[in-house]
């Protein structure tokens, strides 16, 4: 088997059909599709099961989240090749046998391609970088933060692993609620000795679910984006970047989750305005947003005024952040194409 194709599914019955169906109509039909019904509640299984096709394996688990998801997928897959997609996405006809095609020609550790990023209301925004193929570590090290500025290594579903990559370095998706892409890929990438990455958009990452993580409140949100950019600081070193070629990146990235933080506050739980007025307060005066804000660096005259807010009373950035929750969740496609042009 060359290629295994993994999808974990939680409550996810209005996306899951249109997810399937469009790896089942790849011109590329080689492959098997490992979908693990993450203790749904809904009507998923059902519908699932409707599509009858011999490639499809259904595993059904108690709920444990996306990351022990991905992990039973793994090893159940029988594939040469692993390719993770989310169950509320979609792809271009053509991206497995691109895909393929690059494995047999180049045979990278690792391929990547452009996505698009859009809601249910059809409005793109294109994420994509040249075409390329990094044949050594010294070359994917001379383009490794310009690749995270086009916003191509954070996620796992727009590329192409090889397991014995996975299995050899015994890479796990780690047991947390959010940034397990972002943990999974770094790994990956300390073991990657060439990659390729397709120009095209071949990915259809949706926005619009409201049982995405995306949509929910994140405890501790602000203290993961620290962490986060601490790891990314790491993963720099590792490969031995100057400190001078990744700093706009490692605070561009920092400021702009702030942003998310304070969003973040105001999604569905049970902080008290006391509470959200004190995590607002840590999030604009901690020490290291006011050490990222010196470097920091934009034309994105929205994010310049929301900045200008962190020096004033916490109940200004409070409001923001409760206004940009309102239009996430009533316009998500303002909302999109806004953190998209964040750049």
Known sequence: MKLSIIVPAHNCEKYIQKTIKSILSQNYKKFELIIINDGSTDKTSDKIKKIKDQR?????????????????????SHGEYLIFIDADDYLE???LNKFINIADK????LTI??????TNKKNKDKFQSEEKYYSNKQQIK???VKLYNHDLLYNVWNKMYKKEIITKNNIKFPNIT????NYFNQEYLKNTKTLYN?????YHYVRENNNSITTKYIPNLFEIRIKENQDFIKLFNYFDINYKTYINFISNHFIERTIGCLENLHRK???TFKDKIKETKKIITHEETKKYLKTYNTNNKKIKIILKTYNTHPIIPYTIGKSLCIIKKHCPNLFNKQKNKRK
């Open 113 to 118: 391609c452009g996505f698009y990023s859009e």
């Open 93 to 95: 006809p053509n991206m």
């Open 198 to 202: 397709i120009n095209d958009c071949l």
């Open 269 to 271: 739980n049970n902080l």
């Open 178 to 181: 959010f940034g397990e892409d």
């Open 56 to 76: 499809i394996t259904l595993i059904n688990t108690k709920n444990q989240g996306v990351a022990q998801t991905r992990n039973i997928g793994i090893n159940a």
């Open 106 to 109: 180049y045979n990278p550790d």
């Open 142 to 144: 001379e383009d490794l």
